[in-house]
């Protein structure tokens, strides 16, 4: 069954820095492009970064230089760094795989950037 479970969230000041992490579980990770959407309050979820079986990735624009998406294939794990983060990017962040057609998601990690 797949799984995935994401970690890191918390709150930091504006400026700071944090890194997410989503284990995954239930399908041969290294096959699968992994990604991560964010969720703002009152907002639709959007797409924030992806990356390919052999390292490619994407950013949304808004995310450029600030984020970096990773992944280790021996753990099973993705990540995003994130650097000089504002509030704006305040939200639920999620990942997101799609095995044999059908999407699964996290649960969520909570990231709030205050002062």
């Known amino acids: 069954q797949v799984q995935l479970v994401e970690s890191g969230g918390g709150l930091v000041q504006p400026g700071g820095s944090l890194r997410l992490s989503c284990a995954a579980s239930?399908?041969?990770?290294?096959?699968?492009?992994m990604r991560w959407y964010r969720q703002a309050p009152g907002k639709e979820r959007e797409s924030v970064a992806s990356?390919?079986?052999?390292?490619?990735?994407y950013y949304a624009d808004s995310m450029k230089g600030r984020f970096t998406i990773s992944r280790d294939n021996g753990k099973n794990t993705v990540y995003l760094q994130m650097n000089s983060l504002k509030p704006e990017d305040t939200a639920v962040y999620y990942c997101?795989?799609?095995?044999?057609?059908?999407?699964?998601w996290g649960q969520g990690t909570q990231v709030t950037v205050s002062s």
């Open positions: 239930g399908f041969t990770f290294s096959n699968y492009v």
């Open positions: 997101k795989t799609r095995v044999e057609s059908r999407d699964y």
């Open positions: 990356i390919g079986l052999y390292g490619i990735t």
